[in-house]
């Protein structure tokens, strides 16, 4: 019934105003809260990689339209020189979005592709999400804290050409869904992210050697309907590993997951019932 519908559902001045009440929010939540952001950036890049990434610029999305792809590395060519180099220090949080600043036409972004109210919608910006998938995947694999990340409430592509496990994006929409990571240590970490022609690529690194390394992996993975949807669901675990003897030192949970799929999934794939 209409009356179960949010405000925001039934009329885009409502969703709009929603916005702009959540913008408002999260600005002076982060004024009273005192949080510490990182914002000095280097040329001087530290000697240390944590992690590196590459994800490729371009790939079938569905039946979406190709100039969406387009678009987004237009975006992204735009956000990344505005976090290349960072560098957070010591109790120093990093806000993707504080760095990056509003996605907007006059600072030169354009339409991409926009997963927002349970559906891939165009938008200005669209595509920056990549970005975030980025910065997350290495954070998984290194000592700074995720403070915040937000998963994305369906699955809207098939796997072609996807490298890094379901579940392990994260959801940006400026400012009040964000990607921040802190740094609880006492020395520095350092933000590196550039494109080539076919890939956006990232390296985390650190001011002097770690003695950890991290690996994250892929359990319980499964599709399976429900009535007549479809859904996916994993977990994902993380190893930490003594560099010097290559033993685990530990392993945690780091997150279950589970999204309605948009997409047809062969029957083969599929079992019954919801996961235990």
């Not at 592509?157 to 496990?165: A, G, M, T």
Request: hydrophobic share 35%; with cysteine.
């Amino acid at each position: 019934m209409l009356l179960k519908r949010r405000l925001s559902e039934i009329h885009p001045v409502f969703f709009y105003t929603r916005v702009a009440q959540l913008r408002l929010k999260r600005r002076l939540s982060d004024i009273l809260a005192g949080v510490t952001f990182a914002h000095h950036r280097s040329d001087e890049l530290f000697p240390v990689t944590i992690k590196k990434h590459q994800s490729l610029l371009r790939r079938k999305l569905g039946d979406s339209d190709p100039q969406l792809q387009e678009n987004k590395v237009i975006n992204l060519a735009i956000a990344a020189p505005t976090i290349h180099g960072l560098r957070i220090g010591p109790g120093e949080t990093f806000s993707l979005w504080k760095c990056v600043g509003p996605p907007v036409t006059s600072r030169g972004y354009v339409e991409g592709l926009q997963l927002s109210r349970g559906e891939v919608r165009r938008g200005v910006g669209g595509g920056l999400c990549q970005l975030a998938n980025l910065f997350y995947w290495m954070a998984l694999h290194s000592p700074l804290q995720v403070v915040e990340r937000h998963h994305h409430s369906f699955d809207p592509f098939p796997d072609e050409q996807r490298v890094l496990p379901f579940g392990s994006g994260a959801g940006i929409f400026y400012n009040y869904v964000d990607l921040r990571l802190h740094n609880p240590h006492d020395v520095s970490f350092g933000l590196e992210v550039w494109l080539t022609d076919q890939h956006i690529k990232g390296r985390l690194s650190c001011e002097v050697e770690w003695p950890h390394s991290y690996k994250v992996e892929e359990r319980e993975h499964r599709f399976f309907r429900l009535g007549e949807r479809t859904y996916r669901t994993n977990e994902l675990w993380r190893r930490t590993i003594d560099r010097r003897t290559g033993e685990t030192v530990s392993q945690a949970l780091l997150m279950k997951n589970r999204a309605e799929v948009k997409y047809p999934v062969a029957e083969a794939l599929l079992s019954f019932g919801p996961a235990d």
